[in-house]
């Protein structure tokens, strides 16, 4: 069993950053692949960022890709999401998910944190 807490989300201008850090528990943490997502009222659960985990490779959604960052640090059972150059379609819940396989499906994904506000104004 794995619980993910996430943590770091708020309210910024357009342009600004945000990191989002999600907290795991478990002496496994190194097992998971882990992935975030994010959502909007009425709408699915979007695919943003995966991490591998063993080698740490990573994927992005191509509406953040070059303003957001996944990272991972083993040591401290955390995942990271940079993000910058924030934009008002960024707003959303983001959540944090943890799985054997990594991947932008919601279905690979077997742990999930309660999400994190992050709103972005103009």
């Known amino acids: 069993q794995v619980q993910l807490v996430e943590s770091g989300g708020g309210l910024v201008q357009a342009g600004g950053s945000l990191r989002l850090s999600c907290k795991a528990s478990g002496r496994t943490f190194g097992r998971y692949a882990m992935g975030w997502f994010r959502q909007t009222p009425g709408k699915d659960r979007e695919f943003v960022a995966d991490?591998?985990?063993?080698?740490?490779?990573?994927n992005y959604a191509d509406s953040v890709k070059g303003r957001f960052t996944i990272s991972r640090d083993n040591a401290y059972n955390t995942v990271y999401l940079q993000m910058n150059s924030l934009k008002p379609e960024d707003t959303a819940v983001y959540y944090c998910a943890a799985g054997l396989r990594g991947g932008s499906n919601t279905h690979v994904y077997d742990y999930w944190g309660q999400g994190t506000q992050v709103t972005v104004t103009s």
């Open positions: 991490i591998s985990n063993s080698c740490g490779s990573t």
